[in-house]
């Protein structure tokens, strides 16, 4: 019964590169959520995807970032033109549902370098 | 606005004692569902325990306790028996239930220390 898988766990890209970061749900959840933790902070939530559909992007950046969870495979949140501060370990969750009581289960999170 | 509340940046304990880690929360939502989480060095999100806005009683876990305080909007959590392994970032979290996304509001953590 796996759990959330993240890849790459490590990701190293020079300023200007594209990053791609991807995220397998837990078997029978439909919801995706991805979180930002910047050193020393909190997560702070991107966006909230359901199959083939952007539900809410309310923190994600306006530019550069993008994400999608395709019909078939696994989210991906994409970010163009790296630049240091996208530095940081981005999580992703899912859920089965979206009451307050259905937990959201993490990914071990990619830890993105910009040099 | 939504708001969660993590004044403590870090705490110690004895090994074998008990610890509170506050939480303090700010919501217009009546339904709503309150989390601990655990942050170990090596990075992962360890869910802890869950507390609902019309839940009665607080939630226990094993070892974790949540003291909610409705009125106060407080949701501290109770480690007891403490353990060199309970040393991590503690991340408390919001989320609420009408109307909005569901996404969730982290605190800035609390760092425990337990020492032996």
């Known amino acids: 019964n796996a759990g959330v898988m993240q890849n790459p766990r490590h990701l190293v890209r020079r300023r200007g590169q594209e990053a791609r970061l991807r995220c397998s749900p837990m078997k029978g959840h439909s919801h995706v959520y991805w979180y930002r933790q910047l050193p020393e902070e909190g997560l702070k939530f991107m966006v909230y995807l359901q199959k083939e559909n952007i539900i809410d992007e309310s923190g994600m950046p306006k530019e550069r970032f993008s994400a999608e969870f395709p019909k078939e495979g696994p989210s991906i949140l994409r970010i163009q033109q790296v630049v240091r501060g996208d530095s940081a370990a981005y999580f992703c969750?899912?859920?089965?549902?979206?009451?307050?009581?259905?937990?959201?289960?993490f990914g071990p999170g990619t830890r993105l370098t910009v040099t | 606005a939504q708001k969660i509340t993590q004044t403590q940046p870090g705490m110690f304990v004895q090994e074998k004692e008990a610890v509170t880690l506050d939480c303090t929360y700010d919501?217009?939502?009546?339904?709503?569902?309150l989390f601990w989480y655990k942050q170990p060095s090596s990075g992962e999100m360890i869910f802890l325990i869950y507390?609902?806005?019309?839940?009665?009683q607080n939630a226990t876990e094993g070892r974790y306790s949540l003291n909610f305080q409705k009125a106060r909007k407080s949701a501290n959590l109770v480690i007891s028996a403490s353990q060199l392994g309970d040393s991590a970032m503690y991340f408390c979290a919001m989320r609420e239930g009408l109307g909005g996304t569901y996404k969730y509001i982290f605190g800035t953590g609390t760092r425990l220390k337990v020492l032996a």
């Open positions: 507390q609902g806005s019309y839940d009665e």
């Open positions: 919501t217009s939502d009546q339904s709503y569902g």
């Open positions: 969750a899912s859920s089965r549902g979206t009451a307050p009581r259905d937990e959201q289960y």
